[in-house]
């Protein structure tokens, strides 16, 4: 039988051999010398070196005597075989453990399948026996070699019968899923939903490979795991079996609800941003409105003075009419006829001027539909220069030239704030040039087409941009009231309405009392 060698075995396994039911004595060699199959005990501490074998055992080892056996090993990875034996503690003290190696007696590769268990060697140390189950002389390692790499890598991998009971597992998967007493070590027992294992072993069952990210309950707790799973070949019997492969993707799914949470917090403050850019285009539109409003005030006057003016001539016409009819002068009815018709004419030219201000104010006021409606800018333009006619005195010259454009996809009554900005604020910049230094000052608006695009051009001779705001001039808050009056909130306003229409706006001056040009281009869909 040979003595119990020098070396320990690892605490982890010296702590188990209460447990051991085996022991290598006379009566262990006494029930296994004479078995027709190859049966071993070996130290994996000690380089598997092989301490007892039958003669089976001694006829693949090719040695003729316990003693030669014994002077022979068949491992150079002593550290990585005992972390293996440790996760599998467990299966060799409860029938065994199945290992396949390839050895080399003579040169000549063997490759073994063995149930493995553990068993005494001497009073403090820990051995196993091996009982070879097949035997194939001469075959090629790679198969071998590819079974002892799965019990070093990371991966959990676990061989289960047909039915889900577990055949083995390798060192990754005990470590996640260790024997507790009481416990089933089935497939089943490791779902955490039972209707994640029905669909897995229903698709392997079928013959299908299965493959998806579940949640595991592991040494650890749950954890998600990636699993992979297919129907094979148990290794020593042949019969059907479920080899799954599993790796934890937990800091993935914490990594992906991370950023599902932080997405979330985007999309709240993409959506108080927009509600915001909402509030403040329309906290505008009613800035300007009062603007408007205190402007048209003073012509919606003119109108409706000339109205009530001329209603009181048209009143004194009748009157004298009606003494002319009397008195019988057709020369006095005629003249005051004219009279009236007069008035009335220009009552009615007022109310038309009226009319107008107020239809245009009231459409200039009304929200955009939410879908985009197709749009003449001419029409616009012409409308956005109704409501700031009162604004072009004597001292300012408006030219347009409104070439033909072709109608494009908008919200007519967004590019109607858009326009009216700019319009405004040159005319607030002649204003003001024209106050400094008198004269008169131009304002002029062309529109073309330009290939896929429709441009606006607004062109002025008022104060300019001072060199180095340009840049700036579309910032949320930037302003130079001295360079250019009513540039702030409304620029950059105008900016974002363009840009939500797939379009460009662009300013150029050439400095300070130089004037300025804005340019409006969308494109034509």
């Not at 000549?108 to 063995?114: E, F, G, H, L, S």
């Not at 553990?118 to 070879?132: P, Y």
């Not at 040494?219 to 795991?225: A, E, M, N």
């Amino acid at each position: 039988m040979g003595d119990a060698p020098d070396s320990k075995p690892s605490p982890t396994l010296l702590a188990r051999l209460p447990d051991i039911d085996l022991t290598l004595d006379d009566a262990l060699v006494e029930a296994f010398e004479g078995a027709s199959h190859p049966v071993w005990v070996y130290d994996p501490f000690e380089r598997y070196a092989l301490r007892w074998g039958n003669a089976p055992a001694l006829r693949i080892w090719r040695c003729d005597s316990l003693e030669s056996l014994r002077a022979r090993d068949f491992s150079d990875d002593t550290d990585v075989t005992i972390r293996m034996v440790e996760a599998q503690i467990d299966d060799m003290l409860d029938g065994g453990f199945p290992l396949r190696w390839t050895l080399y007696p003579d040169g000549v590769p063997t490759v073994v399948v063995a149930q493995v268990r553990a068993v005494r060697v001497g009073a403090d140390h820990v051995g196993f026996l091996a009982e070879v189950a097949t035997v194939e002389t001469g075959t090629t390692p790679e198969s071998s070699r590819m079974h002892m790499a799965v019990h070093y890598i990371d991966a959990l991998l676990t061989v289960f019968t047909a039915e889900g009971s577990q055949l083995m597992q390798n060192p990754a998967a005990a470590r996640a899923y260790p024997r507790r007493k009481g416990v089933s070590r089935s497939w089943a027992s490791r779902f955490e939903d039972p209707a994640d294992h029905a669909r897995a072993a229903a698709a392997v069952l079928a013959g299908e490979a299965y493959r998806g990210e579940l949640e595991m309950k592991t040494q650890d707790g749950v954890r998600w795991h990636a699993v992979h799973a297919y129907r094979s070949k148990d290794p020593a019997t042949g019969d059907d079996a479920i080899v799954v492969h599993e790796a934890s993707i937990e800091r993935l799914r914490r990594a992906e609800e991370g950023l599902r949470e932080k997405n979330a917090l985007l999309e709240q403050s993409l959506q108080e941003l927009r509600d915001t850019q909402a509030r403040l285009v329309l906290s505008e539109k009613m800035a300007t409105l009062g603007n408007l409003v205190a402007g048209l005030a003073h012509e919606i006057n003119t109108p409706m003075g000339a109205m009530i003016s001329s209603a009181m001539t048209g009143e004194k016409a009748l009157e004298k009419l009606s003494i002319a009819v009397t008195e019988g002068s057709p020369e006095k009815r005629d003249r005051y006829l004219r009279a009236a018709s007069d008035s009335n004419q220009v009552i009615r030219d007022a109310a038309q001027r009226v009319a107008e201000l107020v239809t245009t104010l009231e459409s200039f006021a009304a929200l955009d539909q939410a879908d985009m409606q197709r749009s003449d800018l001419n029409d616009q333009l012409r409308q956005t220069l109704t409501l700031v006619q009162h604004r072009v005195t004597d001292s300012i010259r408006l030219e347009t030239e409104l070439g033909e454009l072709p109608a494009i996809a908008c919200h007519p009554r967004q590019l109607n704030q858009v326009f009216l900005n700019l319009i405004t604020n040159a005319l607030q910049s002649i204003a003001a040039r024209v106050a400094e230094d008198g004269g008169r000052g131009t304002l002029r608006i062309e529109t073309r087409a330009e290939e896929s695009w429709v441009v606006v051009e607004l062109a002025d001779d008022g104060v300019g941009i001072a060199d180095g705001h340009l840049d700036r001039l579309f910032e949320p808050a930037f302003t130079t009231k001295r360079d250019r009056v009513g540039a702030g909130l409304g620029l950059p306003i105008c900016y974002r309405i363009v840009d939500e229409h797939g379009g460009q706006i662009h300013a150029a001056s050439g400095g300070a009392g130089k004037g300025a040009t804005f340019t409006v281009r969308l494109p034509i869909r």
